[in-house]
């Protein structure tokens, strides 16, 4: 890529923000706040207020309640066009009788911007894109990675503050989506514009975010760094949601130092640390215990060994990087552990084995009955 010249760009921040259509409500009092040049993913299921969300920055929905406000000034009453903001859409919504530098160049002849500026402004912006060679193009003779740069430069060239994308990359198959996931994620932080992304993708929102916003039934659930969204769910909600994770039902048996010590239905005892800030649970207290995939260790079951949890391996799903092992307990709790597939196959898990399941006492994360 081609080095872009200096960007301005600016925060953004909801105070309260609530909006209902009908009976329904879209957002409740949300507040977020995302800083100058920050990549952040709005994430959640469909009906979860994120678009809702996203269009009431844009301006193109207005909020019942609470406020927008961009670059530090409120922008409730600022018509659409007057913003500053760039808006992605799923479809890209290019002109399909226009070329690709027509399509590109249209915001600036609209604003009676002169041509030579035109010109240069576009010629920069495609480089940054990669498209410099392709102007002449129609839409409907690229491919849709290079429709969704051109909708992309369509953007930068008006020199937005702020760049909105809702769901740009849903319509991409998916070797395309994740090559464009890294392309996209290196614009950004080249041309360093605060950005905000609509995906109900985890995947994608933990590969391009700098943080992640999590929601549900209208309600901010959670804001993190992806590490921190994949590692210290706040709820089950997120646990659930990004990613796949195992639930266990356990109870407080004793403290020890910055650990407890709970007990499964079958009786198996296992130690789980707690992180530093967060509030331990009394004896005899009733927590869920969480657990991803990939940190299970699995052993062939040996008599009289105690613990581990004990569970029998229904199935074996092989998926090309790894292998997925389907366990169920004697209380016919379901999980699902992952081996990555570098080395040969361990002797004894096979379907109807009675295996061993344990992990390390820091990949253990508890939550609220």
């Known amino acids: ?18 909006k209902r259509y009908g009976a329904v409500v879209a957002v409740v009092s949300l507040d977020l706040r995302i800083e100058p040049g920050e990549f952040v993913s709005l994430l959640g299921p469909s009906g979860c207020g994120k678009t809702t969300t996203l269009r009431a920055i844009a301006g193109l929905v207005r909020p019942d309640a609470g ?11 600022v018509p659409v066009h007057r913003r500053g903001l760039g808006l992605v859409a799923q479809n890209y919504a290019l002109f399909p009788h226009m070329t690709v530098l027509e399509n590109v160049t249209f915001g600036l002849r609209m604003r009676g911007m002169q041509p030579a500026d035109v010109m240069r402004r576009a010629h920069e912006t495609l480089a940054t894109v990669q498209l410099g060679k392709m102007e002449d193009r129609y839409p409907r ?8 740069r051109v909708a992309l430069a369509r953007c930068l060239v008006v020199e937005p503050d702020v760049l909105l994308l809702d769901e740009p990359l849903g319509a991409l198959d998916k070797k395309l989506r994740e090559a464009m996931q890294v392309e996209l994620k290196l ?8 950005t905000i992304f609509v995906t109900h993708d985890q995947e994608e929102a933990l590969t391009m975010s700098d943080r992640i916003a999590v929601m549900h039934q209208g309600r901010l659930q959670q804001m993190g760094r992806p590490q921190e969204i994949y590692e210290s769910p706040q709820n089950r909600f997120v646990a659930d949601f990004i990613g ?44 869920v215990a969480t657990v991803r995939p990939e940190k299970i260790v699995l052993k062939p079951a040996q008599p009289g060994f105690a613990g581990a949890l004990h569970a029998q391996l229904d199935d074996l799903v092989y998926v090309g990087t790894a292998v997925h092992y389907h366990l169920r307990t004697a209380a016919g709790t379901r999980l699902v552990a992952y081996r990555q597939n570098n080395s040969a ?25």
């Not at 407080?252 to 007990?263: C, D, I, M, P, W």
């Not at 499964?264 to 005899?284: H, K, Q, R």
């Open 1 to 18: 890529m081609t080095p872009a010249s200096p960007r301005r760009t600016a925060g953004v921040e909801l105070r309260g923000l609530h």
């Open 141 to 148: 003779e690229l491919s849709g990675g290079q429709q969704q």
């Open 244 to 287: 796949v994770c195992n639930f266990l039902e356990c109870r407080v048996t004793r403290r020890e130092n910055a650990a407890v010590v709970v007990s499964f239905e079958d009786g198996a005892l296992a130690t789980v640390s707690i992180p530093a800030g967060t509030a331990v649970p009394a004896e005899g207290a009733r927590v």
């Open 67 to 77: 406020q927008v406000i961009v670059g530090g000034r409120v922008m409730n009453d």
């Open 345 to 369: 196959q361990p002797p004894g898990l096979l379907p109807g084995a009675s295996v061993l399941v344990s992990w390390e006492a820091d990949a253990v994360r508890m939550l609220p009955e």
């Open 187 to 194: 614009l950004q932080r080249q041309v360093g514009i605060t």
